[in-house]
């Protein structure tokens, strides 16, 4: 998640990478990008879980009127999973420095 795309409207395209396990399903995942005061929509990430890495493209779009522009930013990403063998939810999530290019 370290590099992003800034594409011609002012939203962002990154790259996401998530594991979960075959049996859990995907209650929430979303992105979202902060940069000088500006915060995007949130961003559903597609996520499949099979148990092994995948990497998921997400357009993270920002507000008609507070496009993004290049440079630093902040980009977040959340996912909330629930197992229905145990009745057990869990979160995760990650947030990193990137560069809008």
Avoid: W
């Avoid at 507070?66 to 980009?75: D, L, T, Y």
């Amino acid at each position: 998640m370290k590099r992003a795309v800034l594409l011609e409207n002012g939203d962002v395209r990154i790259g996401v990478q998530v594991r979960c396990d075959p049996a859990d399903q995907v209650l929430e995942a979303f992105a979202y990008i902060s940069q000088e005061g500006n915060q995007s929509q949130f961003s559903g990430i597609p996520v499949s879980c099979t148990g092994k890495q995948g990497r998921y493209e997400v357009v993270v779009r920002a507000y008609p009127d507070m496009p993004f522009v290049r440079g630093e930013a902040h980009a977040s990403v959340y996912i909330l999973l629930y197992n229905p063998d145990t009745g057990q939810t869990q979160s995760g999530g990650d947030s990193q420095v990137i560069e809008i290019r």
